[in-house]
Each structure stands twice: as C-alpha cells, then as structure tokens.
C-alpha cells in the first residue's frame, strides 16, 4: 500500500475575514493610470447577465442614447457638474 505524501508547504485556508483592516496611508501613492480617464468619465456597474448582451462600451452607450430620445423630455434628469 503506497500513500502519497502531502505538501508541506500549503498554507491554512483562513475562515474568516478580519473585522478591519488598517491602511497605511503615509506609503500610499498617486494614480499613475488616473491622467488617462477623461475628466467627466462616470463608471457605472452593471450585472453580469447584462454585459453579456454588450461587447463594449460603444454599444452600451448607443442603446442607452436611444432609449434617452425615446423618453420624454420632461422625465430626463440632468446630471450636475
């Protein structure tokens, strides 16, 4: 009967997460990819099923630019800034 041995260096599965987690701020730098984004760039988040409708940005913006000129007008919400 041969048994495999197992790895030593395997590390413990933690079972939970810590309660709060300390960020050292004083080591923390700038966004260097952050002069990339254009200006008014909003990032919105939407669910899985969704974004598998959409193969990218240029689409999710040309339905929602046709579904915003089949609204009335008076239903539109500016956004401020």
């Not at 041995?5 to 810590?18: L, W």
């Not at 960020?23 to 966004?31: E, L, M, T």
């Not at 002069?35 to 939407?46: D, E, G, K, L, N």
């Amino acid at each position: 009967m041969t048994t495999k041995k197992q790895s030593s260096n395997r590390k413990p599965k933690a079972s939970h997460m810590r309660a709060e987690y300390r960020f050292d701020y004083s080591r923390s730098r700038p966004n260097r990819f952050a002069s990339r984004v254009p200006q008014a760039t909003v990032a919105v988040v939407i669910e899985p099923d969704v974004a598998t409708v959409f193969d990218s940005a240029e689409s999710v913006n040309r339905l929602l630019r046709s579904a915003m000129k089949a609204m009335p007008e008076r239903t539109r919400k500016r956004r401020a800034g």
